[in-house]
C-alpha cells in the first residue's frame, strides 16, 4: 500500500536495496546447500545437523555477526600496481577507508539484480568478482580501465574480523599493472567508502598483517608475484618484485 508521500530518487533507491538484500537473505536461508555450491572454499565448507552452513576456518562465533548473510560473502578486490619511473619504486593504489581509517585495497561486496531464470523463476544474479573488483576501483578511485585490462588473481577466504563460523567473506582477486601512459593519463581520487586514494610504494611490511585491513597483505603479495612474472613489465619493477618476495619468505 503507499503512504502517498512522495520520496527522493536516492532514498527509493535505497529502500529498494535493502528490500533486495532482505529478498536475497530469505532466499539464501531456504536454500543452505547453496551456499557450498557457490563458495570459493568449498572444500572447507560445510553444512551442520542443523541445516547451517559452517565456514572453513573455526571462530567460536556464531550467527552473522555485522555481515548481511550466512555463508559466504563475497567480495571483489583490486589490485593495481606500476612502475613509478621518478622514484624507481614498484607501487600500488591504496585507500583509506572513511570507516575505521583502515589502509586498504579498493574493493566490496559483488552486487546483483535480478533476472528471469528459464524456469520462470526471478533469480538474484551476482557479478563476477572480476566485475566486482573493476567496478569498486572505478567507484573508489576513479580508475575506469576496461574490463579485458584486468587479471583474475585468486579466489580465497578472507580472514576478516566480522567472520563467523556461519557467515564470512570471500573473495576474488582482480589484478591490472597499469602502463606508464595509463597511469600518466590518470589521477586517483577517493569516492564512496574511501576517503583517500593514491599511489604507495611496496614495502616489506606491507606484505605481512598488521599494516592492511583483514586479508590484504596476502592479496598484495600474490599481486607483486604477478609483477615479477610479468613480462610486459619494466624490468626494474620485475627485479624489484622479486626481491620483495624474497625479503618476506626468509
Keep these: 500500500m503507499s503512504s502517498g508521500i512522495s520520496l527522493p530518487a536516492a532514498a527509493e533507491e535505497a529502500i529498494g536495496d535493502v528490500h533486495r538484500a532482505a529478498r536475497l537473505s530469505a532466499y539464501r536461508m531456504m536454500h543452505p546447500d547453496s551456499y557450498v555450491r557457490h563458495s570459493y572454499c568449498a572444500d572447507g565448507v560445510g553444512v551442520s545437523d542443523e541445516g547451517v552452513a559452517t565456514g572453513p576456518v573455526r571462530t567460536g562465533l556464531r550467527g552473522t555477526g555485522s555481515l548481511w548473510q550466512r555463508g559466504p ?31 586498504a585495497i579498493p574493493g566490496g561486496f559483488r552486487e546483483f539484480d535480478w533476472a528471469v531464470h528459464s524456469s520462470g523463476k526471478v533469480k538474484p544474479v551476482f557479478e563476477t568478482g572480476l566485475e566486482a573488483a573493476r567496478r569498486e576501483a572505478n567507484e573508489e578511485t576513479n580508475l575506469d580501465l576496461p574490463l579485458a585490462r584486468w587479471t583474475p588473481l585468486c579466489s580465497m577466504y578472507s580472514p ?3 567472520n563467523t563460523e556461519e557467515a564470512w567473506v570471500e573473495t576474488a582477486a582482480g589484478v591490472v599493472f597499469m602502463t606508464p601512459a595509463e597511469r600518466a593519463a590518470y589521477e586517483p581520487k577517493a569516492g564512496d567508502d574511501a576517503k583517500e586514494a593514491k599511489w604507495v610504494a611496496v614495502t616489506e611490511d606491507l606484505l605481512t ?42
Excluded: K, M, Y
Excluded at 560473502?73 to 581509517?101: C, K, M, P, Y
Design 73 to 103: 560473502n563475497q567480495a571483489g578486490d583490486a589490485l593495481v600496481l606500476s612502475w613509478n619511473e621518478s622514484t624507481h619504486e614498484l607501487e600500488f593504489l591504496e585507500i583509506v577507508r572513511r570507516r575505521g581509517d583502515r589502509r
Design 209 to 250: 598483517p598488521g599494516i592492511l585491513f583483514a586479508g590484504h597483505p596476502e592479496l598484495l603479495r600474490r599481486a607483486v608475484e604477478f609483477v615479477a612474472n610479468n613480462e610486459a613489465a619494466p624490468v626494474g619493477a620485475r627485479a624489484q618484485a622479486r626481491e620483495l618476495l624474497e625479503a618476506v619468505t626468509v
Design 160 to 162: 576478516d574480523g566480522r
